[in-house]
């Protein structure tokens, strides 16, 4: 997922032009909510990032003099928001791959322990199987560390070029190199060992962690993950089942849809930005 605008476009914006500028962020937006998504693991900790974000990129726009792309400057500006975004978040559970191994053991017993037949599943057993793989694969990014995290989603989630994530985490080259190669050992190892998408020996399967799920969300308790819309879902299915193909714990990485960004995303910013001195109709 890449941001490359119309240079038009932007020179426009950063002339003042204000219906330039709103279609210049609507171009942004979707990158920038994914990115949100992706490391705060919230979508309503996202949507508030993604607006602080686009409101930043606003403030800033004349600042931008072309020494980078476009894309990577608006990269840099919500990497470094996220990672400070991060910490502001207080009384979250920290997650671990530990933990999350012990979550998902947790989830095989049950089902094993009810007799859930996964062999036989309804249209809501296969899209809640669809959902726990989209949790399980946010949840294992949850598990990096943020500067890990932020490496990983831009080079294997996002495929930018080892230059360009350097650039946004404003590091060399050769320490985003190090930074990503400690995060795909946790993140492929992990799975290779567990999970049923990329080795078909591990014990791990979606569907046998639908009735712990459902357990926890009836008494009350807050599943792992983050919610998901039916479109999400829909396309979701058709990446999985072609990339589980490959075995390749990164192609499944990969298999999340784009997130839809909410429709109010921009509502606040505009208001603002109308009573900004720079911009105009």
Known sequence: M???PDP???????NGELLALEALLRHIQRPVYNLAVRMLGRR??????SQEILLKVTTHLAT???????GTWVFGIAGHHLLNAKQRAPGRRELSFELLGDSLEDGEAFAQRIGWQDHA???????????????????MLMCL????????????????????AAEVQGITPAAHRQRLARARQAVHGFMAQRCGLVNAAAPCRCARQVP????VQAGGGKALGLQVGRDELDAAAEGLQQLVQLGDAAAVMRGAP????????????????EQHPMFRQ
């Open 2 to 4: 890449k941001i490359a």
């Open 8 to 14: 038009t476009l932007v020179e426009r914006a950063r």
């Open 44 to 49: 309503e900790d996202a949507q508030d990032a």
């Open 145 to 164: 560390d943020v500067h890990g995290r932020l490496a990983y989603v831009l080079d294997v989630v996002f495929g930018l070029e080892s230059p360009a």
């Open 258 to 273: 784009e997130y839809a960004e909410p429709e109010s995303l921009l509502r606040g910013i505009r208001l603002v930005v």
């Open 121 to 139: 599943l309804s249209p809501e057993d296969k899209l809640a199987a669809r959902e726990t793989a989209l949790a399980c694969t946010q949840a």
């Open 212 to 215: 712990a799920k459902r357990a």
């Open 64 to 70: 931008w003099r072309g020494e980078s792309a476009f």
